[in-house]
């Protein structure tokens, strides 16, 4: 009978432990999906600051030597971007 007994207990220990095995893929899983697409969003952020960065410079271009050349008094920081050739 004791040897029911444990032959049973190690059955159920085997069951649980494949499905906790289950359960740490899946956590993990989710955890690199999750990961992936904060790398995704951030990547984007980082691309929409650049656009307005090079909107705020070309805005603070035309304003500072279209608009009031006096106002800058020659301290405008201004670089233009490089285009591509």
Known sequence: MAKEELQKQLVEQVELRKKLE???????????????RELSYREEMVQQLQIVREAHDALHHFSCKMLTPRQCGGRCAFKPPLLPP
Not at 28 to 34: A, P, R, T
Request: charged share 40%.
């Open 22 to 36: 289950r359960e740490f893929q899946h956590l993990k899983d989710n955890f690199q999906d999750q990961m992936k």
